[in-house]
């Protein structure tokens, strides 16, 4: 059993893990994603400049 396991982990799945690394860097690196990446990125400063008030009702 071992040796059989060792042998798919040898060959098939690293294949597939290879060919599933290729895929996701050409598709986080694919042409035309600078925009979205950009807006993406900053998301969280969005309403930076919002004033929150806390619950005592200060500012």
Do not use: C, H
Request: hydrophobic share 45%; glycine share 6%.
């Amino acid at each position: 059993m071992y040796t059989f396991l060792r042998e798919l982990a040898d060959s098939w799945v690293m294949l597939i893990m290879l060919a599933t690394f290729i895929g996701i860097a050409l598709f986080a690196f694919r042409p035309g994603t600078k925009e979205s990446y950009d807006r993406l990125r900053n998301l969280p400063l969005q309403d930076d400049d919002v004033l929150v008030e806390d619950k005592s009702g200060e500012k």
